[in-house]
């Protein structure tokens, strides 16, 4: 099952064509999102809030979380795998043959015992690239569904929900140094 799930996704990341709606990830998503709040226009018709878009809000987002992970959870690894940004051409054929997979969740944590997860970092109201639907569908399958957060308090809930010990979640002894 998890290889035909794989095979799906790889067809999705060498084929160009349209992509069929069996390639839909059933990653979790933890994050409720709310949509934007109606207010009164000037008009009188209710509208959506209108804000300017925040092109770094998904890396403050990331940033934040791999800092509280740090902090709290020193046993783990959590890195970054850079894919995506603007390349020319050659550059973006050179990082695929190089191993380079679309999709590829924003962050990796490695647990105590060699356990694996993984978090896709969205803003409020992003959502999923083909990509990522596409991997998101393979992780499933291979038994380590991504996470899908989209602040501190969706991967507090992650990390609660996959058992990795925090020293939020640790009750304070006499000899604990940690000042929270």
Sequence with gaps: MAAQKC??????????????????AS?????NSAPLPAVQG???????????????????????????????????LVFHVPNGGLRSKA?????????????????????PGGRAFFLEVKALGASLSEAQRAIHECLVALGTPPVIVC??????????AWGIDTREARPRGRNDDVPF
Excluded at 50 to 60: C, G, I, K, V
Excluded at 91 to 111: F, H, K, N, Q, S
Aim: no cysteine; glycine share 6%.
């Design 91 to 111: 550059e973006a054929a050179r990082m695929r043959w190089t191993g380079v997979v679309a999709g590829i969740p924003d962050l990796i944590v490695v647990a």
């Design 27 to 31: 990653g979790i998503r933890i994050s």
């Design 42 to 76: 000037v008009s009188g018709d209710l509208e959506r809030a209108q804000r300017p878009r925040d092109l770094n809000r998904e890396a403050r987002n990331q940033v934040s979380i791999v800092e509280w992970i740090r902090v709290v959870a020193p046993d783990v």
């Design 151 to 160: 602040s501190i308090d969706d991967a507090r809930r992650a990390f609660a």
């Design 7 to 24: 095979s799906r996704a790889a067809r999705y990341l060498n084929s160009a064509g349209p992509r069929s709606a069996d390639m839909l």
